[in-house]
């Protein structure tokens, strides 16, 4: 079970912390990404983290203003996200990798419920 939160409004310019908590033991097996899904528009991958968290990927989009970490020790990834712009709100959603995947959504087998954030201009 995948518990996103720590999602809000806030001013462009502004910054928001994600996190999304796991149950189970096998966390540090999982590549943990996160998605986001706006309205009228397809989700897509924004970043994620290896099992061990040496690698990390990003969209194009986010490179430089959002970075994302885990803690193994607490089941928890994270999704720092700075200069949030109007264009980044949309729904984000936090999922688990059995398989490895870095970007598919569709190899992302867990999926949390979504943390809806709101960038205002």
């Known amino acids: 079970q995948l518990q996103a939160s720590g999602g809000g409004l806030v001013q462009a310019g502004g910054s928001l912390r994600l996190s999304c908590a796991v149950s189970?033991?096998?966390?540090?097996?999982?590549?943990m990404g996160w998605f986001r899904q706006a309205p009228r528009k397809e989700r897509e991958f924004v970043t994620s983290?290896?099992?061990?968290?040496?690698?990390?990927y990003y969209t194009d989009s986010v490179k430089g203003r959002f970075t994302i970490s885990r803690d193994n020790a607490k089941n928890t990834v994270y999704l720092q996200m700075n200069s949030l712009k109007p264009e980044d709100t949309a729904t984000y959603y936090c999922?688990?990798?059995?398989?490895?995947?870095?970007?598919?959504?569709?190899?992302?087998?867990?999926w949390g419920q979504g943390t809806q954030v709101t960038v205002s201009s």
């Open positions: 999922a688990a990798s059995v398989a490895g995947s870095h970007y598919d959504a569709s190899r992302f087998n867990f």
């Open positions: 189970g033991r096998a966390f540090s097996l999982y590549n």
């Open positions: 983290i290896t099992g061990g968290g040496g690698r990390t």
